[in-house]
Nanobody, 127 residues
Framework: QVQLVESGGGLVQAGGSLRLSCAAS????????ICWFRHAPGKERECVAA????????YYTGTLKGRFTITRDNAKNTVYLQMNSPKPEDAAVYYC????????????????????WGQGTQVTVSS
């Protein structure tokens, strides 16, 4: 397994910016596809951004593309979620999740596809 440690959450003003980090243990980080999930009270947990093993393929849900950017640095075993111009509805607990994949261009966005999860980090957006 891999351990995922998230950081970067906190309070951000609407229209500001915030970058979440997910640091992973192990030497096989490049074998895992990563997804940032978020879970707000009363809402379903959803994958908001996913990235393939080498970062060549990405997925964004809804209208987040253009505001959120997922990147990874395999040399640092770290995945980032850059949040630009967050909106109040973006407030949630954000989780980093990983699943080992065989194809370097593959990624997943279904919750059931992911095996390893971080502890979550709270993002609060002030209006």
């Amino acid at each position: 397994q891999v351990q995922l440690v998230e950081s970067g959450g906190g309070l951000v003003q609407a229209g500001g910016s915030l970058r979440l980090s997910c640091a992973a243990s192990g030497r096989t980080f490049s074998s895992y596809a990563i997804c940032w999930f978020r879970h707000a009270p009363g809402k379903e947990r959803e994958c908001v951004a996913a990235i393939s093993r080498c970062g060549g393929s990405t997925y964004y849900t809804g209208t987040l593309k253009g505001r959120f950017t997922i990147t990874r640095d395999n040399a640092k075993n770290t995945v980032y979620l850059q949040m630009n111009s967050p909106k109040p509805e973006d407030a949630a607990v954000y989780y980093c999740a990983a699943v080992e994949v065989l194809l370097r261009g593959s990624y997943y966005y279904a919750e059931g596809s992911y095996e390893y999860w971080g502890q979550g980090t709270q993002v609060t957006v002030s209006s």
